[in-house]
């Protein structure tokens, strides 16, 4: 199966802080895996520079204006987490613009899924402000760029990152166009994402939070995909499934408290494949968000890349049980998703 995939060494050049978790390293780690990978199905796909226009699918112009006007300057902080350097500008315009030639891949059927391995990372930025190390909302940008651009009526977003993508539930909470799907810790950064975040006016019922505690591994969040996702999504019925690849959740992450895997990361992933090919041709596209444990995010997005080119490095057996917490979380979030839904 053919995978694109985008990197580009302008991702390395959004400079942050001296011992920042979001820095180059994680990619300059992942590329080095790449190139020690083999290219069976694998498609290099170049980024571009998304326009002012193309951002603005999400964000508002005065805030695309601010950070172009960060180009070439000394490091600014847009907000306790969240800084610029002189090319930071150029950086976070060439993530979207991966994510959004992806997207034109994928429904030219040139690709059957892509990842966009890149940074910033997105799904914390809001409509007028950076948070959490993100600028430009990549996967929020590329769920409307479909709409607008491709024709598409039902975007699924499922975000497994450790922290609630509150920016990309933001962008969609009144849309019935975009299901937003979201596992993560929780109370947690940024402190959005409780079960009864469900939308509003016509969009009541396409916000879907996970919100888990402390500790969840493998068979917890397989529990999740398996009892929540699919059965959502096989309501939904998207036309392509977009992911928020967070991999903050590994049991190693130092930001984190989960306890995912390599091989959890591959079979969740084997899920989301599944529910593509069950009603969106396919279409999956994946971009890069959390992740701080630089040998087991690289390790993790192999397993990830591995699993969507179909020669997987993990077997299909069980992961274990899941938790009561779990148990208890999930149904949680199907009592206040019934009113719009009924039982499932």
């Known amino acids: 199966m053919s995978v694109g995939i985008v990197r580009d060494e302008i991702f390395l050049e959004h400079i942050t802080d001296d011992y920042h978790p979001e820095n180059p390293g994680r990619l300059k780690s992942i590329y080095s895996m790449l190139n020690n990978m083999d290219n069976q199905g694998i498609v290099y796909v170049p980024p571009r520079m998304a326009t002012h226009e193309e951002i603005a699918l999400i964000h508002e112009h005065s805030y695309i204006d601010s950070i172009a006007a960060t180009m070439g300057k000394a490091q600014r902080r847009l907000d306790p987490d969240t800084v610029t350097s002189p090319m930071s500008y150029e950086a976070s315009r060439m993530a979207v613009g991966g994510a959004l030639n992806l997207a034109d891949k994928l429904m030219d059927a040139e690709i059957e899924s892509g990842f966009a391995l890149v940074r910033p990372p997105g799904h914390h930025a809001e409509h007028n402000r950076a948070m959490g190390f993100c600028i430009f909302n990549n996967i929020a940008i590329a769920a409307r760029y479909l709409e607008k651009r491709h024709g598409l009526k039902r975007v699924i977003i499922v975000d497994f990152d450790l922290h609630h993508g509150n920016g990309t539930q933001h962008s969609f909470y009144k849309d019935p ?138 077997s299909k057996d069980t992961h274990g049980n899941p938790s009561d917490g779990v148990v208890q979380a999930v149904d949680k979030v199907k009592k206040a998703l019934n009113p719009y839904w009924g039982e499932f």
Do not use: C, W
């Open 177 to 314: 166009g975009v299901l937003y799907f979201s596992a993560h810790q929780y109370p947690y950064y940024p402190g959005t994402g409780y079960y009864d975040e469900v939308g509003d006016g016509e969009g009541k019922g396409y916000t879907v939070n996970v919100p888990l505690s402390h500790g969840m591994d493998d068979a917890d969040y397989i529990y999740v995909f398996n009892n929540v996702l699919i059965p959502m999504a096989d309501l939904y019925k998207p036309e392509a499934v977009l992911v928020s690849a967070g991999f903050d959740t590994h049991y190693n992450d130092p930001l984190g408290g989960m306890g995912v895997t390599e091989a959890g990361y591959a079979t969740m992933t084997r899920i989301l494949l599944d529910i593509a090919k069950k009603h969106s041709n396919g279409k999956t596209l994946f971009a890069l968000e959390g992740g701080y444990d630089v040998t087991g995010l690289t390790n993790s997005v192999k397993a990830v890349i591995m699993e969507m080119r179909g020669t997987p490095m993990y």
